[in-house]
T-cell receptor, first 121, second 117 residues
Framework: AQKITQTQPGMFVQEKEAVTLDCTYDTSDQSYGLFWYKQPSSGEMIFLIYQGSYDEQNATEGRYSLNFQKARKSANLVISASQLGDSAMYFCAMREGRFEDRGSTLGRLYFGRGTQLTVWP | DARVTQTPRHKVTEMGQEVTMRCQPILGHNTVFWYRQTMMQGLELLAYFRNRAPLDDSGMPKDRFSAEMPDATLATLKIQPSEPRDSAVYFC???????????????FGNGTRLTVT
């Protein structure tokens, strides 16, 4: 089974509008972390935002926010006031467990297949 | 800003040749990962190290791929012999994973784009 599912291969949004990129995850761990990365056409992977499974508040970083719905196992990325420079591939990722539980095996990220976001003027 | 450095950025080689990719993780990070990205498979984990010790290389074809960390400042990924199906972008990523750092992201290098003809 896929650990991370991103059902939107492509999304389009007009500049200055908000857009939501979907992500659902699958884990039996009680403790886990969710990450979003941006990959522009130049290829680098840029970390955007993190949400811990025990965090009660949704994470926010500037124009990025994470709509975390634990019961539904979803962690959607919301980009407000889209800019042309937001056009990129966006990846959702998950790290299972905590150091206290997993110790030396903690660390790997499971990635979804990504959503290609295009912002048009 | 501290960065993960990967070399080379691009590599074109012929089938059967040895390919070596290098990675300098961020100083102080204790975990290093190798991921491969293709259109068909997305991002696949090949191998990862904690404090230079290999933890998991189950994603790596053992007959031709090898990953090592000869010291804390260098991680290498070798393919011998290379095949056209190895064509992909190979990313190295590093992170600090300890008690209290569960929210620490992985920091990625810019990748090595490998083309095997």
């Amino acid at each position: 089974a896929q650990k991370i599912t991103q059902t939107q291969p492509g999304m389009f949004v007009q500049e200055k509008e908000a857009v939501t990129l979907d992500c659902t995850y699958d884990t039996s761990d009680q403790s886990y972390g969710l990450f979003w990365y941006k990959q522009p056409s130049s290829g680098e992977m840029i970390f955007l935002i993190y949400q811990g499974s025990y965090d009660e508040q949704n994470a926010t970083e500037g124009r990025y926010s994470l709509n975390f719905q634990k019961a539904r196992k979803s962690a959607n990325l919301v980009i407000s006031a889209s800019q042309l420079g937001d056009s990129a591939m966006y990846f959702c990722a998950m790290r299972e467990g905590r150091f206290e539980d997993r110790g030396s095996t903690l660390g790997r990220l499971y990635f979804g297949r990504g959503t290609q976001l295009t912002v048009w003027p | 800003d501290a960065r993960v450095t990967q070399t080379p950025r691009h590599k074109v080689t012929e089938m059967g040749q040895e390919v070596t990719m290098r990675c300098q993780p961020i100083l102080g990070h204790n975990t290093v990962f190798w991921y491969r990205q293709t259109m068909m498979q997305g991002l696949e984990l090949l191998a990862y190290f904690r404090n230079r010790a290999p933890l998991d290389d189950s994603g790596m074809p053992k007959d031709r791929f090898s990953a090592e960390m000869p010291d804390a400042t260098l991680a290498t990924l070798k393919i011998q012999p290379s095949e056209p199906r190895d064509s992909a972008v190979y990313f190295c990523a590093s992170g600090l994973v300890n008690r209290g750092t569960d929210n620490s992201p992985l920091h990625f290098g810019n990748g090595t784009r490998l083309t095997v003809t």
